[in-house]
């Protein structure tokens, strides 16, 4: 079964860090790329990050740009997410998801985890 | 970046009902674009991509259309567990963007 599980949410103060995994399983996770996105309380979806298959290639939204790092395992299928100097407004659930043939048309995010939420108060 | 307009965000329908859920994108994304459920509490999932492909599994009543700037996602006849709210994803460019979300609620 095709599954990503994340961990490492939690309570963090204002200017604090937290990094975030994504384990995957069911499918060959090094030949994916993969996505970050998340949804602030009764809130709509952001994208945050994107990463390659390989981690040459990677993109991130605006509102985290120089705070959060993405980076991935590929021989503990695991997908990272390091995120630091923390805003009230990073406060969401967090979804890694799959990303199926990027750069072509048939691009989309074809699975998601079921997320994990950080909380950004002091 | 690339806006993606939904409309209407709120829609309230009934069981066996027809709904067309519309995105408009502020310019041209080819057919690079995705649709997504999601209920409350739960991740979002793939129904449609490249604008017109349903999604394995997805049911036929749910369809796509549309190029260019304008889109559609189309229930055929509405059923309880459609209710929940939906959102288009656009995959042209980065940023990719989203939709402001249409909440389907029973009438």
């Known amino acids: 079964e095709v599954q990503l599980v994340e961990s490492g949410g939690g309570l963090v103060q204002p200017g604090g860090s937290l990094r975030l995994s994504c384990v995957v399983s069911?499918?060959?996770?090094?030949?994916?790329?993969m996505n970050w996105a998340r949804q602030a309380p009764g809130k709509g979806l952001e994208w945050i990050s994107y990463?390659?298959?390989?981690?040459?290639?990677?993109y991130y939204a605006d509102s985290v740009k120089g705070r959060f790092t993405i980076s991935r395992d590929n021989v503990k299928n695991s997908l990272y997410l390091q995120m630091s100097s923390l805003r009230d407004e990073d406060t969401a659930v967090y979804y890694c998801?799959?990303?199926?043939?990027?750069?072509?048309?048939?691009?989309?995010?074809?699975?998601w985890g079921l997320g994990t939420k950080v909380t950004v108060s002091s | 970046d690339i806006q993606l307009t939904q409309s209407p965000s709120f829609l309230s329908a009934s069981v066996g009902d027809r709904v067309t859920i519309t995105c408009r994108a502020s310019q041209g994304i080819n057919s690079y674009l995705s649709w997504y459920q999601q209920k409350p509490g739960k991740a979002p999932k793939l129904l449609i991509y490249a604008a017109s492909t349903l999604q394995s599994g997805v049911p036929s009543r749910f369809s796509g259309s549309g190029s260019g700037t304008e889109f559609t996602l189309t229930i055929s006849s509405l059923q309880p567990e459609d209710f929940a709210t939906y959102y288009c994803q656009q995959l042209n460019s980065y940023p990719i963007t989203f939709g402001q979300g249409t909440r389907l609620e029973i009438k």
């Open positions: 990463i390659s298959s390989s981690s040459r290639t990677i």
């Open positions: 069911g499918f060959t996770f090094s030949s994916y790329s």
């Open positions: 998801a799959r990303d199926s043939s990027p750069g072509t048309v048939l691009e989309t995010f074809d699975i």
